[in-house]
């Protein structure tokens, strides 16, 4: 890409962030059929175009969305959801930085493009990294950011083409900057000797491919055109009684009523409001229980919201029905409390990420995962290092799975990075985590970065800045980053709730001593909780092995050496878990792909799992020891088996 071209697009890139308010519009509730909304998904294959051009500029110029994509030259047949980079046998295609073009031409049903009462709104839930959309060639929106959904009203189009099909063209640049969320660094090469001419490379500081182009679904979907736009619900008990706050947002009409039903699982309605704005009492309710905490874990009430507006044209009502989980959660000392109980992290970390696919959603890996961690007796994960799919946290709702949500902040380590356009751009994504995600009750903590370089002078006001602005967006959760520096050098720490470290003793130094890994962990724990007194979350740490490989005396990258390391951790972690620290989440559930070095054997392998979701030693042992602590933990009056419990749990779940 030549540097003008790229100084251009971030130019303008640095316009739109700074025209653009730092307060959300509009409400991003999940897109659901009911009485008076239809939903459409847009998933399949699409026509794609990667633009090779050597300024990746060719698509603007002959504007490739003003006519359909296939006549602007070769296409492919992409699939969505997918990341493109695996699908093809291209190897340009895999590392392709810049812009690639999707298309699609659809028909709406013809009440959608004929009722001038029908709200036809376009939403993309995940497209990485910038977007810039155009319905029948006309510009609707751009959005900054993987990860999170965005959305456009697309009715007058629509309703201005009836009985023709639409053309959605989607172009997407993956390119990352210093600016972007992560950041990342474009180079170019020079050096004539050694390099042709416009040569750069990517380069990213974070250890996971860069995948990108439409992770997840899109959709068409309707409302009335007097909505309701958004809903806020937190939840409290008093004695028993679950209270319920509720606030709704109604767009396009000042004269409505508003109606709510909250109703249990067995259909019965347990408490009624009207207005935007109340608090639903539900006594003797049945509380929102972590798996393995409760033997009725992930209890969920519904909450039907109805609205009706009185408009000229006779009444008009819209209906949409949010899953409510009552529960608290509060850091108290150095304890996490769920529902005023200790809760003990004993999870994961994951990636979206897969063969093929890339971080394209996939409903059959995300139920294996689930049955995975339930296999695990794993209670809880960290979104690392990015927003999972909304479907996904939909299910830990469902089955009790407890979430730190963590935003894109990984790889701020250079202080071109800590600078206010990336700040103001932070602090906008973590308005859209939390517009997103507040309403799960499996959402437990926002953790706003993973290991930037917090003893960086600069990360202090950063830092302190970004974590203010999340606890403002949302009082009713802790918040955290994720550190891997020390305890006296860090400026982010005064700043949470709960300490999370990352550490890899005996991996990335100490190779091959074994032996020291329970002194340094011991110390770590010690240093940080002396200086301040904040329980803390052993948040990542592990060792790769390669799947199928034994040395015994261990060596690093065998299944042995990994068992090994994590072995010592337990010992460590035992010794503090009765203390202040309250929680561990190993790294990482499965191998993942990541660029190419020296240090990657096709990925990064400290899965407990393969790629392909087999299970390796560790796996097992994992599973002995968070069954055990559950058992201890959670369930101290009920001296069952793993397999008991996980029985009971599974049945009670389907
Ligand atoms: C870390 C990072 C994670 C890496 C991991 C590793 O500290 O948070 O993204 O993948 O270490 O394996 O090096």
């Not at 790629?611 to 559950?630: D, H, M, N, T, V």
Request: proline share 6%.
């Amino acid at each position: 890409m030549a540097r003008t071209l790229w100084v251009t697009w971030a130019a303008a890139l640095w316009a739109a962030l700074c025209c653009r308010a730092l307060a959300l519009e509009g409400g991003m509730l999940y897109p659901q059929e009911t009485p008076s909304r239809e939903r459409k998904d847009l998933n399949g294959l699409w026509d794609f175009r990667a633009d090779f051009s050597e300024d990746r500029n060719q698509g603007f110029l002959e504007r490739w969305y003003q006519r359909p994509l296939r006549e602007s030259g070769p296409v492919l047949d992409m699939p969505v959801p997918s990341s493109f980079n695996d699908l093809g046998q291209d190897r340009k295609l895999h590392s392709f930085i810049g812009w690639v073009w999707y298309e699609r031409q659809v028909l709406v049903p013809q009440s959608w493009a004929q009722d001038p009462g029908t709200r036809v709104m376009l939403r993309i839930s995940s497209a990485h990294y910038y977007t810039i959309v155009w319905v029948n060639g006309v510009h609707v929106t751009e959005h900054e950011g993987g990860h999170l959904p965005f959305e456009v009203d697309i009715s007058k189009l629509v309703q201005s083409n009836p009985g023709e099909p639409n053309r959605i063209t989607i172009a997407i640049n993956n390119t990352l900057t210093l600016h972007t969320l992560p950041p990342g660094m474009i180079e170019h090469m020079t050096d004539r000797s050694r390099y042709p001419k416009d040569y750069f490379v990517q380069k990213t500081y974070f250890d996971f491919f860069n995948y990108a182009g439409l992770h997840r679904s899109v959709f068409l979907y309707t409302t009335p055109v007097s909505y309701i736009d958004d809903i806020t619900v937190t939840t409290s008990v008093d004695q028993g009684t679950g209270l319920v706050n509720y606030e709704v947002v109604v767009k396009s009409n000042e004269n409505f009523e508003l109606e709510l039903l909250l109703w249990d699982k067995e259909g019965r309605v347990v408490a009624k409001g009207t207005g935007a704005r109340g608090q639903l009492a539900v006594p003797s309710a049945q509380l929102w229980w972590p798996y393995l905490m409760h033997e009725q874990p992930a209890y969920l009430y519904s909450l039907e919201v109805t609205l009706v507006v009185q408009t000229g044209a006779g009444i008009v009502s819209d209906v949409y029905t949010l899953p409510v989980g009552i529960r608290t959660v509060e850091v108290v000392r150095s304890q996490f409390l769920i529902n005023g109980k200790p809760f003990y992290f004993h999870g994961v970390n994951k990636h979206e990420d897969a063969d093929i696919r890339g971080k394209g959603f996939d409903w059959a890996l995300v139920m294996k995962d689930f049955n995975l961690l339930r296999w695990l007796g794993a209670n809880s994960f960290r979104t690392s290092h990015y927003p999972y799919a909304e479907e996904v946290m939909q299910l830990c709702d469902r089955y009790g799975i407890v979430v730190i949500d963590e935003c894109p902040g990984v790889g701020i380590v250079f202080p071109g990075s800590f600078k206010n356009i990336s700040l103001k751009h932070h602090l906008e994504v973590m308005e859209e985590l939390v517009r997103r995600d507040k309403n799960h009750p499996a959402v437990v903590m926002w953790s706003v970065a993973n290991e930037p370089a917090s003893q960086l002078a600069p990360a202090a006001y950063y830092l302190k800045t970004v974590i203010g602005h999340t606890k403002a967006l949302d009082p009713t959760r802790p918040v955290t980053f994720v550190s891997n520096s020390k305890p006296e050098v860090d400026h982010g720490a005064p700043y949470v709730d709960v300490i999370c470290i990352n550490s890899y003793y005996s991996w990335y130094h100490d190779f091959g001593h074994l032996e020291v890994i329970q002194l340094q962990v011991n110390t770590q724990f010690e240093n940080w909780y002396k200086l301040y007194q904040k329980p803390i979350i052993q948040s990542e740490y592990g060792a790769e092995a390669i799947p199928g490989l034994h040395q015994d005396p261990p060596l690093m990258f065998s299944e042995e050496y990994q068992k090994f390391v994590l072995q010592q951790y337990h010992l460590a972690l035992d010794q503090k878990r009765k203390d202040y620290v309250i929680g561990e989440l190993i790294w990482n559930f499965a191998d993942f792909m990541t660029d190419q070095s020296p240090q990657r054997v096709v990925g990064n392998k400290k899965g407990i799992f393969t790629r392909q979701r087999q299970p390796k030693g560790s796996a097992f042992l994992l599973r002995e020891r968070y069954w055990k602590i559950a058992n201890e933990t959670m369930y101290p009056h009920l001296a069952v088996t793993p397999q008991y419990l996980e029985n009971q749990f599974f049945y009670s779940l389907v």
